[in-house]
């Protein structure tokens, strides 16, 4: 079914000038100092655009808080945004199981980690997501015993992530996969889109459209940063 040009015009971003108003109006002035400090040393990393935008980070926390999130887990830390933003939100005795290959960028956000006395509260596993996740699963402790689950990684494993995040996240969990519109590609034909975006382009169109058809989780894919998909675990 075809928008008019009304509908079609409603809840999108279509300006820079907008986007700015949102940041500098109702994100950055909510914003902790101390992801601002993150939010510095990640400007500096040739990969930055890696790290989760604020106004999604904004979004998880106010997820993280509804749920009263006390046990989650995080797939692709990078420089530990998104992984703060977790810390200072949770209770005091909250735990983050933080999984990513990298620990030379992890380690860049550490200091300002130990600043925010949250440290005690990160479980850093350095390994590939599946097989630390598989370890995870071996112990019936852990299934069903993770509030919320965070993911922005490798989109060509989203799946995988995906079937092996149900049985860690209890029902009424929620998981939410950062990067699912990936630059706007999805929507562009394919031969307007840069080489080198083709194959993440392709895996976050055919996860999608899984996530569309999976009838144990209620979604909403939500354009802030670069699309974040929320799946509320049924």
Known sequence: MALSNSAGSK???QTRELFEYVLETSVYPREPE??????????NHPQSLMSTSPDAGQLIALLQKLI???????????TGYSLLLTALTIPQDGKITAIDMNKDTYEMGLPVIKKAGVEHKINFIQSQALSALDELLKDDA???SFDFAFVDADKVNY?????RLLQLVKVGGIIVYDN???LGTVAMPEEFVKEELKPTRFYSIEFNKFLANDDRVQISQVPLGDGITICWRL
């Open 11 to 13: 809840g999108l971003l």
């Open 34 to 43: 101390l992801l601002k400090e993150i939010r510095v040393i990640t400007a």
């Open 68 to 78: 009263n999130a006390k046990n989650t887990i995080e797939i692709g830390v990078f």
């Open 142 to 144: 852990n299934r069903g």
């Open 159 to 163: 799946q995988k992530y995906h079937e």
């Open 180 to 182: 699912t519109l990936w």
